[in-house]
Nanobody, 125 residues
Framework: QVQLVESGGGLVQAGGSLRLSCAATGLTFSGYAMGWFRQAPGKEREFVAAISVSGGRTYYADSVKGRSTISIANAKNTVYLQMNSLKPEDTAVYYC??????????????????WGQGTQVTVSS
C-alpha cells in the first residue's frame, strides 16, 4: 500500500523560503513520477512541479518556474519542493502525488494514482 506523507509547510513572509518534503512508502514499482500540486480555497487543484524518478527530468508550472526546485533524495523515496521568493498567491494546501505510468500528462492531477494528505503553506504580505 502506497502512503505519502507531506511535511514542511507553515507560515512565512513574502520573499521567504520553505522546503516541503514528501516521504513515500510502499513504492514497489518502477518508472513512476512524483509531483506536487496545490489547492487554494475556492480554486481547483493545480500543478506545481513534477519529476521523473528514473530519469530525473523535472517540470514546473510557469507560476513557480525559477523560484522552485523539485528533487529526490537517495533511495528515491522522498521528494522535496524547495520554494523561494514566496508570494501571497502561493498560499495553498500543497499535495504530493505519485503517477505510476511515468511523466506523460504530468500536469494533470487526474493522472496521478496516489496522494498525500497535504500540508498548508501560508505566505503573508
Amino acid at each position: 500500500q502506497v502512503q505519502l506523507v507531506e511535511s514542511g509547510g507553515g507560515l512565512v513572509q513574502a520573499g521567504g523560503s520553505l522546503r516541503l518534503s514528501c516521504a513515500a512508502t510502499g513504492l514497489t514499482f518502477s518508472g513512476y513520477a512524483m509531483g506536487w500540486f496545490r489547492q487554494a480555497p475556492g480554486k481547483e487543484r493545480e500543478f506545481v512541479a513534477a519529476i521523473s524518478v528514473s530519469g530525473g527530468r523535472t517540470y514546473y508550472a510557469d507560476s513557480v518556474k525559477g523560484r522552485s526546485t523539485i528533487s529526490i533524495a537517495n533511495a528515491k523515496n522522498t521528494v522535496y519542493l524547495q520554494m523561494n521568493s514566496l508570494k501571497p498567491e502561493d498560499t495553498a494546501v500543497y499535495y504530493c502525488a505519485v503517477k505510476r505510468l511515468g511523466v506523460a500528462d504530468y500536469y494533470q492531477a487526474k493522472r496521478y494514482d496516489y496522494w498525500g494528505q497535504g500540508t498548508q503553506v501560508t505566505v503573508s504580505s
